[in-house]
């Protein structure tokens, strides 16, 4: 048996090149791994489910095909958002699930995200199946694959739970990614019109990348808002795990505000509640928590490490600035693009001009993710040098926080830069009072970086 390549198991899930780190054998050995570690947690049978790329199916088999040989029913739920992978754990009673999932990654990415027994792995339990595949420490069975549709029961959930004080007129973007497939019923059906956008599944995504948290991308909501009477665009991207929001007039809320809107709501009635938001956020996330009597927590960056917060914490909502929003309350506690886009509606139909509670959320000067390139393995490399040198590269700062790379906190304003824990690149963000703090900030952290990786090319421009 070949071996996994070691460097596709990461730190809240498995991703790789197609065909090249991430192979069907490959994929069909965690499958046994994953099928064997069940089998440890007394769970009997796992939902599967894939996003829409080209890859999908034959990953999907191979999975499944590792998984029952471990003596492991699978449940097949088909070609549907991740979001409704997790949901087919419950609905399904398996407390198990995978969805085979590139994410926003580019077409020729593939991977798994993992749930057994109601926890999503991560960490040292992703390292655990590979390690458990090297020493060939498999359980051997014979389980079956038999097929399921939750759609139908996802979207009667969703409906019976959100309702919208009026109907609206929306676009959706889905970027030919798998939301696409659902996205458009499941909106008229919570009584909106519905102008769709690249909902086709398609997944060499022709149109644009299905990645809602880069500007370049809601350029077509942008101006298909400006030629209609549509009053608000969302956007999915690749597995409709995540929302990209923009307004009438073109305004992009990033996720980061989109949460102080939510929470906003759910401490009405959870006074006191623990709001959790991921280093990327902006400052003023947690000064709205506290002005509106919650307690913030700021927490590292990742969809499993911000589930497993939840768990801990018990907290009714989190988010991340990457367009993740994980509801535990009237929800699951998963990150669910489409329901959050529900809940979303549901807040901003109590208004007659929708745009206004968006428009009025708090705001600063502030970059959206941007993202160094560099080789693979290098850029926890280099937050290893910066976290270790950052009381001398940032003396100004009056708190560095080392949870997830380096935030530097500023008398007005913080740089963050982090590994991304899916590509090979450095993530930076930045926001300030105002712009010419925000350049300060961003040349201190230019000016860090290069210090501690000569040869690193830096633009904010592009």
Request: with cysteine; glycine share 10%.
């Amino acid at each position: 048996m070949t071996l996994p390549a070691a460097e596709i198991f990461k730190a809240y899930d498995i991703r790789g090149i197609v065909d090249k780190t991430l192979t069907a054998d490959a994929v069909r050995a965690i499958g046994h791994a994953l099928g064997s570690e069940a089998v440890l947690r007394k769970q009997k049978a796992i939902a599967v489910g894939r996003d829409g790329r080209l890859s999908g199916p034959d990953l999907a088999k191979a999975l499944a095909e590792g998984i029952t040989a471990a003596g492991v029913d699978v449940i097949d739920i088909g070609c549907v958002p991740t979001p409704l992978s997790y949901f087919a754990a419950y609905e399904l009673g398996t407390d198990s699930c995978v969805s085979v999932t590139g994410s926003h990654n580019p077409p020729d990415y593939n991977g798994l995200k993992m749930v057994l027994g109601g926890e999503t792995l991560h960490g040292d339990m992703i390292q655990a199946l590979r390690r458990r595949i090297e020493g060939e420490l498999l359980i051997h069975g014979h389980g079956k694959v038999r097929k399921a549709d939750v759609r139908k029961a996802y979207i009667k959930r969703i409906v019976g739970d959100v309702k919208l004080a009026r109907k609206m007129k929306i676009v959706i973007d889905a970027g030919n990614g798998v939301a696409g497939g659902i996205a458009p019923e499941l909106f008229r059906k919570l009584g909106c019109e519905v102008i769709e956008l690249f909902c086709e599944v398609d997944g060499k995504f022709p149109n644009h990348h299905p990645d809602p948290s880069k500007p370049e991308n809601l350029q077509d909501v942008i101006r298909t808002l400006k030629e209609t009477d549509a009053e608000l665009g969302l956007a999915f991207d690749g597995d409709g795990d995540r929302l990209g929001v923009v307004t009438k007039d073109g305004e992009i809320i990033y996720a980061d505000r989109q949460l102080m809107l939510f929470a906003a709501d759910i401490l009405t009635r959870n006074p006191g509640a623990e709001i959790i938001y991921d280093v990327k956020c902006s400052r003023l996330v947690g000064e709205s928590i506290k002005y509106q009597q919650g307690k913030p927590t700021m927490w590292k960056t990742g969809h499993a490490l911000i589930k497993a917060k939840l768990r801990e914490t018990g907290a009714p909502l989190a988010g991340e600035m990457s367009g993740h929003m994980f509801f535990k309350e009237r929800w699951y506690g998963f990150d669910d693009g489409l329901y959050a886009g529900a809940r979303l509606l549901e807040i901003v139909s109590r208004w007659k001009d929708a745009n206004w509670p968006l428009k009025n959320l708090p705001q600063s000067a502030s970059t959206p993710e941007l993202n160094v390139k560099m080789q693979e393995g290098e850029p926890h490399k280099l937050v290893e040098i910066l976290q270790r040198d950052a009381g001398k590269l940032f003396p100004t700062a009056r708190e560095l926080i080392t949870i997830d790379g380096v935030r530097a906190e500023f008398a007005d304003g913080f740089g963050l830069a982090r590994a991304s824990n899916t590509t090979p690149v450095i993530v930076l963000r930045f926001e300030a009072d105002n712009p010419a703090a925000l350049a300060r900030i961003q040349a201190e952290f230019k000016h860090a970086l290069e210090k501690c990786w000569p040869g690193l090319l830096i633009n904010y421009e592009e």
